[in-house]
């Protein structure tokens, strides 16, 4: 493939859940005729480090707006390697989940002024914890985000403070802290954040929040903009449900998920 120069109108291209592995990236990092390519999806390949920083030279590659490096063995040096590649800076979509990224490579992208066209950012089953959401919440330049996906993150209420003094990210409508350890005064400061009030999709699920939480979701008039709340797998209790059954700005919402509570 990496060989085939006939495919230089190639625009989109999609190998993920491969066995490429790193060596099979440095041959694509340095197939010069994709230059035209946009959408490039080489998630579940094991190219791990190696294979990013090969991809992080490949100035050809300057027409991506879509990346997607999910489940690829992926650590801080090479998020360090990608935030550094200059010829990156159409990039829409980065997909980086399921890597073993920790606060350093939650850092490094925060501090590239290079990714202030991203709208969707996906960061789902790393390390990043609550200094590294501290750092992409710092970040101003990433005030295009629509979408911030940071479920599985070990992220907690000091993290989720972060993201509500986060004036900048206004423009966000779906935002996934699933699987962390939110509790009532994270979900609070959350919910009670003006600049969210675009948001059409929230996902709390798998967290630490009670019925004090839910009563603050539920006093939050400016979320109603929601179409999916789910809160499962929390301590919600009677006096939650019974909270969210009276919060009227929630009559938009098309998917409530309440299990396991």
């Not at 509500?164 to 959350?190: C, M, P, R, V, W």
């Not at 603050?216 to 919600?236: F, M, P, Q, T």
Request: glycine share 8%; hydrophobic share 45%.
């Amino acid at each position: 493939l990496a060989e085939a120069s006939y495919l230089s109108e190639l625009c989109v291209l999609d190998i993920s859940n491969n066995r490429i592995g790193e060596v099979g990236a440095q041959a694509l990092a340095e197939a010069t005729h994709l230059n035209q390519l946009m959408e490039l999806n080489i998630g579940g390949n094991k190219i791990g480090d190696s294979g990013v920083k090969a991809l992080a030279k490949a100035a050809h590659l300057s027409g991506l707006t879509h990346l997607n490096l999910h489940h690829n063995q992926i650590s801080d040096e090479g998020i360090l390697a990608l935030s550094n590649a200059l010829h990156l800076s159409a990039l829409n979509i980065l997909i980086l989940s399921k890597n073993r990224i920790g606060v350093a490579g939650a850092q490094a992208l925060a501090a590239n002024l290079n990714f202030s066209q991203l709208t969707k950012l996906n960061l789902h089953s790393n390390h990043i914890g609550d200094a590294g959401l501290h750092a992409i919440s710092s970040a101003a330049h990433l005030g295009n985000l629509t979408s911030l996906q940071l479920s599985q993150n070990e992220i907690g209420d000091l993290g989720a403070k972060y993201l509500a003094d986060a004036t900048h990210l206004k423009q966000l409508s779906e935002l996934k802290l699933n699987s962390n350890k939110i509790g009532n005064y994270g979900a609070s400061h959350l919910v009670n954040a003006v600049h969210l009030s675009n948001l059409t999709q929230l996902n709390l699920y798998g967290n630490e929040i009670s019925s004090a939480g839910i009563k603050a979701i539920s006093e939050a008039a400016h979320l109603d903009k929601l179409v999916s709340l789910n809160l499962g797998l929390n301590k919600i209790g009677d006096d939650g449900i019974d909270a969210l059954a009276r919060a009227l700005h929630l009559k938009t919402l098309h998917h409530l998920v309440l299990n396991n509570n």
